[in-house]
């Protein structure tokens, strides 16, 4: 894991789960990088985390003991044939955003997803989201594809950009 500085990358534990919930909400309320337009309870986060962890990581950031973002890896499909990819998600904080924190996140992230022997990484990114876009671009995520107009929020619809990373 990252340590540097005063960041550290770590394992995301239930004791976390508060602070991931409030840092999702922040997205749910603020950006289009969800598409959940209500916020999350604790206890609905409790289910996802509890169901999630089990087989896939969720990595947090901290910065002087405070958490600062997450970042996971779900399973892309149910079916099995999608068994060994996956769906990276990544969130960080407002007031911490463009620190290079997301990257150090999706960095980990991924390679705990390697040593897993995950496959293939998709990222799902809203239109506007220039700064992600390169983030992954700067990963080695590869574009595949535009969902035209799948989304709608705050009055706008919106389109997804696909991009992939293989292992």
């Given at each position: 894991?990252?340590?540097?500085?005063?960041?550290?990358?770590?394992?995301?534990k239930i004791k976390d789960l508060e602070k991931i919930t409030e840092i999702y909400n922040e997205a749910i309320l603020k950006t289009t990088a969800t598409f959940d337009t209500q916020i999350k309870t604790f206890d609905e986060q409790k289910v996802w985390f509890k169901c999630h962890y089990q087989k896939n990581p969720?990595?947090?950031?901290?910065?002087?003991?405070?958490?600062?973002?997450?970042?996971?890896?779900?399973?892309?499909?149910?079916?099995?044939?999608?068994?060994?990819?996956?769906?990276?998600?990544?969130?960080?904080?407002?007031?911490?955003?463009?620190?290079?924190?997301?990257?150090?996140?999706?960095?980990?992230?991924?390679?705990?997803?390697?040593?897993?022997?995950?496959?293939?990484?998709?990222?799902?990114?809203?239109?506007?989201?220039?700064?992600?876009?390169?983030?992954?671009?700067?990963?080695?995520?590869?574009?595949?594809?535009?969902?035209?107009?799948?989304?709608?929020?705050?009055?706008?619809?919106?389109?997804?950009?696909?991009?992939?990373?293989?292992?």
């Amino acid at each position: 894991m990252c340590d540097y500085n005063m960041l550290s990358i770590r394992e995301a534990k239930i004791k976390d789960l508060e602070k991931i919930t409030e840092i999702y909400n922040e997205a749910i309320l603020k950006t289009t990088a969800t598409f959940d337009t209500q916020i999350k309870t604790f206890d609905e986060q409790k289910v996802w985390f509890k169901c999630h962890y089990q087989k896939n990581p969720i990595l947090i950031a901290e910065e002087n003991n405070v958490i600062v973002g997450w970042a996971s890896l779900s399973k892309w499909s149910d079916r099995c044939v999608y068994s060994d990819t996956y769906e990276i998600s990544c969130y960080v904080k407002e007031e911490f955003q463009n620190k290079g924190i997301g990257k150090s996140l999706m960095e980990n992230l991924l390679e705990e997803g390697k040593k897993a022997g995950f496959h293939v990484v998709i990222a799902r990114i809203t239109e506007g989201n220039l700064n992600s876009i390169h983030l992954h671009e700067s990963l080695g995520f590869e574009h595949i594809g535009i969902m035209k107009e799948v989304g709608f929020k705050f009055g706008k619809r919106l389109d997804v950009y696909l991009m992939e990373k293989i292992f």
